[in-house]
Structure formats: structure tokens, C-alpha cells
């Protein structure tokens, strides 16, 4: 089945058989919902899978999000016509005063994977600018990265603004990063903490299905 045969060369980051297997299935008038979840998010997940069992490491989920990428930019415009929406929006960032960007962007990946919607802050974002970018998008999720202990204070201050702009019960808060755990996720009520990308991607996905 070609679903099986775009999973396989997606978790295998074969860029340009992806690209090859998609355009036939769109060729084929097979349908791009199942294009895109039988092939392209299930090889992802299997993907996300390993990962998280240390089957797989970074670079292989890069090359693997590669393609999942150039596979999904040919069915894009083909799943608005056929009305297929993402199953929610978040918003995604390393907080203010930290740079790094490794872990966001396989958190990232892995929520695209999941039919997520990201919508990427970048590095270096401050409470305020989480928050309107959740406000502006209307993004049900908001994902805090930090990688230095000294720059995790600043998740404290995206549950604060939350709540001062009145949209803190509208929002998921997830937090994640090196320096981060479980307790400290709950000293700064925030919703949710997970030790990798791909757990963090499963929780959000959980959020939207109830």
C-alpha cells in the first residue's frame, strides 16, 4: 500500500522518495487526508516513537521531519480545499534570554507530526510576547523552552501575564527544557511538563481530543 511505502521512506528521511510517493498518491486522486495521516503523521509517529525509546537520535528525526516537510507542502493546498484543519494551534518558543533552539524545533516537528499547527516564536521570547502570540493566533497551547536555570524564572511570568490578560483558563501552559521538571511545573501553575519532544507532543495532543 503506498501509505505504508511514504511512512517507511519518511521514517528512513528519504526526502525525495517522499516527495516521489506523495505525488503519486495525489496522482492516484487517493485521498490527502489519508495521505497525510496514514502516511506522513504515521511514519512520524513510529518516528517520535523511536525517539523517545533512544531507537533513534536527533539527527535521524531531522532528516525525518525534512521530508515529513516536503511531503506535506505538496498536499497543503489540496487539504484546504478538502476542508482538513489541524487539530489545534500552539505557540512555541525558547524563553526570554535563552537562545538555544535544538530542543524547540523537535518539539516542534513532533507537534506537526501530531496534525498541529505551530506556530514558531523563535528564541529569546518574553512572557508578554507568548501570551499575544496565543491571543493573536488563537492558539489553545502555549510551549515554553528553556535550557538554563537562569532564564526558566521567565515561565513563571508567561502563567502571570496569562492571568493578568484574562486568558490563563483559554490556554494550555506546557513547560520543558533541561533545568525544568515536574515540581517546578507546579510551583509556577503551569499545566504541563514532559522530558522530551516526544511526549510533549502526545500530552498536547491529548489536550484537544477530550
Not at 9 to 36: C, F, N, T
Not at 87 to 115: A, F, P, R, S, Y
Amino acid at each position: 500500500m503506498i501509505f505504508d511505502d511514504i511512512s517507511l521512506a519518511l521514517q528512513k528521511g528519504r526526502k525525495k522518495d517522499v516527495e516521489a510517493l506523495v505525488q503519486q498518491a495525489i496522482d492516484e486522486k487517493l485521498s490527502v487526508k489519508d495521505i497525510l495521516n496514514k502516511g506522513l503523521l504515521a511514519g512520524m509517529d513510529i518516528v517520535g516513537e523511536k525517539f523517545k525509546n533512544n531507537e533513534l537520535y536527533v539527527p535521524d528525526v531531522l532528516v525525518a521531519a525534512r521530508a515529513m516537510n516536503a511531503g506535506t507542502s505538496l498536499i497543503k493546498p489540496l487539504l484546504a480545499e478538502a476542508g482538513v484543519e489541524s487539530i489545534g494551534k500552539v505557540v512555541i518558543g525558547t524563553v526570554l534570554g535563552d537562545l538555544h533552539d535544538i530542543g524547540k524545533n523537535l518539539v516542534k516537528m513532533m507537534m506537526e507530526g501530531k496534525g498541529f499547527e505551530v506556530i514558531d516564536l523563535g528564541v529569546n521570547v518574553s512572557a508578554e510576547q507568548f501570551v499575544q502570540g496565543a491571543i493573536d493566533n488563537n492558539a489553545g497551547i502555549i510551549a515554553c523552552s528553556a535550557l538554563l536555570t537562569t532564564t526558566m524564572g521567565e515561565m513563571a511570568n508567561v502563567v502571570k501575564v496569562a492571568t493578568e490578560k484574562g486568558v490563563r483558563d483559554k490556554l494550555t501552559i506546557m513547560v520543558g527544557g533541561a533545568p525544568v521538571n515536574e515540581s517546578y511545573k507546579k510551583s509556577i501553575g503551569a499545566d504541563i511538563y514532559t522530558p522530551d519532544a516526544a511526549s510533549a507532543a502526545e500530552q498536547a495532543a491529548k489536550t484537544v481530543k477530550h
